[in-house]
């Protein structure tokens, strides 16, 4: 939870740039050998992450690791749009929660399975 705070300050820190950064939960997986956000919001938005710069490169060390299925993460930054793919430009990752999924619609049909 602290991590997250100190996301927000960042984030409160960073409010008079010229793009605006957010906090964005969802899943992290590698897809050909780029790394994906699937946003826990109704979408299933997907965003592809890139490392705000060279200096502190979050992306790319994640990249480096195996990431189990379902990893949920906080990430730090801003998006744009390229096409129609959602880019995320990555200040931080934090949060990180291996096993632990927060996809409404996967909850939904792990009920539904149960029942």
Request: glycine share 8%; with cysteine.
């Amino acid at each position: 939870m602290m991590r997250v705070a100190g996301l927000v300050v960042a984030g409160l820190l960073l409010a008079g740039s010229a793009s605006a950064h957010d906090i964005f939960f969802g899943t992290l997986e590698k897809d050909g050998g780029k790394l994906i956000l699937s946003r826990c919001d109704l979408g299933d938005t997907r965003y592809e992450l890139r490392d705000d710069s060279e200096d502190d490169a979050p992306v790319a060390d994640w990249l480096k690791r195996d990431i189990v299925k379902p990893t949920q993460a906080s990430v730090f930054g801003s998006v744009e749009e390229e096409g129609d793919t959602y880019i995320l430009t990555v200040m931080a990752i934090d949060d990180v929660k291996p096993g632990v999924n927060c996809h409404l619609s996967d909850a939904l049909d792990q009920m539904t399975l149960q029942k």
